[in-house]
């Protein structure tokens, strides 16, 4: 069984930084894509960045230049830095993991707000 399990979400005041990590573990083979999505109140989930097995990286256009997507392919893990967080970021972001199947975190709340 595929299970992601992310962390570092939390409440920041808008210019801030935070830092999730999403961990997959189990019987997962031939990862493809990692990356991560998010979904405000009353939007709709939209991508938010993603990197591939060869680390080649995209970014939504709202995020570039202040979020940085990363790997670390010994260890399943992707991490997205945020900094310059403004109000509205503030979403549910969710990881995912795409091999033949996509597999989805539970989500973390991030909430950009003085």
């Known amino acids: 069984q595929v299970q992601l399990v992310e962390s570092g979400g939390g409440l920041v005041q808008p210019g801030g930084s935070l830092r999730l990590s999403c961990a997959a573990s189990?019987?997962?083979?031939?990862?493809?894509?990692m990356g991560w999505y998010r979904q405000a109140p009353g939007k709709e989930r939209e991508l938010v960045a993603n990197?591939?097995?060869?680390?080649?990286?995209n970014y939504a256009n709202s995020v570039k230049g202040r979020f940085t997507i990363s790997r670390d392919g010994a260890k399943n893990t992707v991490y997205l830095q945020m900094n310059s967080l403004k109000p509205e970021d503030t979403a549910v972001y969710y990881c995912y993991v795409l091999t033949p199947y996509m597999y989805w975190g539970q989500g973390t709340q991030v909430t950009v707000s003085s």
């Open positions: 189990g019987r997962i083979f031939g990862i493809s894509f």
């Open positions: 990197i591939t097995s060869g680390s080649s990286t």
